[in-house]
């Protein structure tokens, strides 16, 4: 009896067994697939293989969930310059799909629709062609949707109206065409929604003026035309629409009035469908924890059997098999990848070991602030209670940001190389572009308190003239620090000097000459935010020009985390370049008429258009003889009055006695007087 028994259990038990790997098998077959057409030379996905478990955290990137599903694709930045394959559609229960900053080309395949689990895809930054799947409308619980800086045409479907819980809608930087349709304006979650650099026409409808959620719009560079809607001036700094010459309204500052023959009369709609026990989703979630909801009719079936032989059969058993699937299932649970987690792949956590072998041994600051599995403490040497530690913590980024925004620093990304840093253009995951300074461990300085406080510091600099840090993140095993910055698309001042093919006409000059001294003002002047610092390093390169023409100053409060001989060597170029002030070759130290003086230099290029200024320059400021010192470029369109007041302050600022020049805020003074015609 007891021989029937066991023989009974192991026939009856025979369909658990064989039902997971056959059902395992076939997403193998779907992710190899995905494999040949993603990395069709087999150089970054080899540890995906035919006869591996795709849930034993062996294959690169991929997690599963309860259910042992996959759950997460997470490849971005990995160097693939394939195909996205319609195999895709065979991952059921797939929640989260991160291809992003790679070189995918060909087109979005329609059957990407059928993965209706699906909360998170982030496809942007490849090279994707065509149009957007109309069937992309069925995914209803997708949350974000990121195509941006692709090649994608055609236009935008109506039928993405229909993805009721999407967060995110992110689409800039193609090539659509035709209108904004108004069934976006359904999105009633839509927080985020960039339409910016494409080839958009008409109006903006009203209908996504009123979404409830909506906190940025962005629509620049399109040619969008018609009244733009009241409502969203409520949304401030959070709507851009400049480089859309078509558009009028009332209450934007940039925006001309409406005209008889502008679209004045577009209806004023409400949002339908709202929901008001609905949850808002997070703003741009990141899917950090594995998702396992996927449909228990699709994921989690049971066979059925009648419950009296299941128990007669199962019994003898039954407490061997759950002791040893436990212990296997705990051993794969354990070896998952969580996307957007702080773990690193195999190879990283051996560098990690092994730098933290030389934890102790190193005195470097970045010793102490590099990121391993978690943040180290910024400074033993601080107090517990010392507000670095939080200001900090806000601040901080994981390695793999910085990674995968620069492509794994890839040389495409490189925009300038100097005697200490790199700079890199970089793309946030949320579609933000930045650039990234890299900084080597050698160029820092060596105390670990002094580095500390210094990087508070700069931090905490904010001023609508300064290019502020966004982030920062220091590597003990690369063993440099990033730090990371709003990109400034119009690049620095250097380029609209000595004749080049960017003008920069009066009005813009008279600006940036304001913005300047309001920045370094602010630099100076002493309150309970933030000591009196000093850039010392001031030039028409660390001036750098955003998209409307804002001046920007950069590097300032970097000397504080640098070398002293990294400060010196800079400092040198300063010299050769006519910035740095007469008495610092004489007494070797820096105040603040050190970088009035810098300031007046600027000045002076900024009004001949030339960076290489000569004797003769400071001379026709000084005599405000105008005909030797505006730039010709500008064919007589200037005010002479306030060429001549600038001239002067120039002339002032660049005294060779630094008794003699204004401080910044007298500078500041004289500006207001000229510019209120006093």
């Known amino acids: 009896m007891l021989h029937f028994l066991l023989t009974l259990s192991l026939i009856l038990l025979f369909p658990f067994s064989s039902f997971q790997p056959i059902a395992a098998n076939t997403e193998v077959r779907a992710l190899m697939d995905i494999k040949a057409a993603l990395d069709p030379e087999n150089n970054f996905l080899k540890t995906w293989t035919s006869d591996g478990d795709p849930c034993s955290g062996s294959f690169e990137g991929v997690a599963c969930n309860d259910h042992r599903k996959v759950a997460n694709i997470s490849l971005q930045g990995k160097g693939l310059s394939g195909r996205l394959s319609p195999a895709i559609a065979g991952l ?46 069925n995914m209803g619980n997708l949350q974000v949707l990121q195509l941006c800086c692709n090649q994608l045409k055609a236009n935008i479907p109506a039928e993405l109206g229909s993805l009721k819980k999407l967060s995110v809608l992110a689409l800039q930087y193609n090539q659509l065409i035709g209108t904004v349709p108004p069934s976006l304006g359904n999105l009633i979650m839509l927080k985020r929604l960039d339409l910016s650099y494409n080839h958009l026409s008409g109006p903006i409808p009203t209908s996504i003026a009123v979404i409830p959620e909506l906190q940025i719009l962005d629509v620049r560079n399109n040619s969008l035309s018609g009244f733009v809607p009241a409502e969203l001036k409520r949304l401030n700094g959070g709507f851009s629409y400049g480089n859309n010459s078509g558009l009028c309204g009332k209450g934007f500052s940039t925006l001309r009035d409406c005209s008889a023959f502008d679209d004045a009369d577009i209806p004023t709609l409400k949002p339908f469908g709202l929901d008001t026990n609905h949850t808002t989703p997070k703003f741009l979630p990141e899917s950090e924890t594995l998702q396992a909801n996927c449909s228990h009719y699709n994921c989690s079936k049971s066979s059925r059997f009648p419950a009296i032989l299941i128990v007669v059969g199962v019994l003898v058993v039954a407490v061997t098999l759950v002791a040893a699937g436990s212990v296997a299932f705990i051993r794969c649970r354990r070896q998952k990848q969580k996307i957007g987690s702080s773990i690193e792949t195999a190879d990283g956590r051996f560098i990690i070991d092994q730098a933290n072998d030389l934890y102790y041994k190193s005195s470097s600051p970045l010793g102490r602030l590099a990121y391993s599995v978690e943040w180290d403490p910024p400074a033993d040497g601080l107090s517990s209670d010392d507000s670095s530690q939080e200001v900090l913590q806000r601040f901080r980024l994981h390695l793999e940001d910085v990674e995968s925004a620069t492509q794994y620093f890839s040389d495409a990304n490189v925009l300038g190389r100097g005697n200490f840093s790199t700079v890199y253009r970089g793309v946030l995951r949320d579609g933000s572009v930045v650039a990234i300074k890299s900084i080597n461990v050698t160029s820092c300085k060596s105390e670990e308190e002094e580095f500390v406080k210094g990087l508070k510091l700069l931090i905490s600099l904010r001023h609508e003239n300064l290019v502020s840090v966004r982030g920062f993140c220091c590597s003990r095993g690369r063993g440099e620090c990033f730090l990371v910055f709003d990109f400034a698309s119009n690049g620095n001042l250097s380029r609209y000097l000595d004749g080049s093919d960017c003008f920069l006409d009066w009005p813009t000059r008279v600006s940036i000459i304001n913005g300047i001294a309001k920045g370094i003002q602010y630099l100076h002047e002493d309150n309970a935010s933030k000591p009196p610092l000093l850039h010392q390093n001031m030039s028409a390169d660390k001036i750098l020009i955003d998209e409307k023409f804002n001046p920007l100053i950069s590097d300032s409060g970097l000397r504080k985390i640098l070398a002293d001989d990294i400060i010196f060597s800079a400092l040198k170029v300063s010299a050769a370049m006519g910035y740095l002030a007469p008495e610092y070759v004489t007494t070797g130290r820096f105040t603040d008429k050190s970088d009035v003086y810098a300031f007046g230099v600027i000045v002076l290029q900024i009004l001949s258009g030339k960076q290489k200024l000569t004797n003769s320059a400071r001379s026709a400021a000084e005599s405000c003889d105008l005909k030797d010192l505006i730039d010709p470029n500008l064919s007589g369109k200037f005010s002479i009055f306030e060429a001549a007041k600038l001239a002067k302050l120039a002339a002032a600022c660049t005294h060779e006695l630094s008794s003699e020049r204004p401080t910044m805020e007298m500078v500041i003074q004289e500006l207001n007087k000229r510019s209120s015609g006093t």
């Open 92 to 137: 059921k229960c797939l929640s989260g799909l991160y291809l992003h900053y790679n070189s995918l080309t060909g087109e979005i395949p329609s059957e990407i629709a059928n993965l209706t689990e699906l909360t998170d895809l982030y496809l942007n930054v490849n090279n994707l062609s065509g149009s957007i799947p109309l069937d992309v409308g």
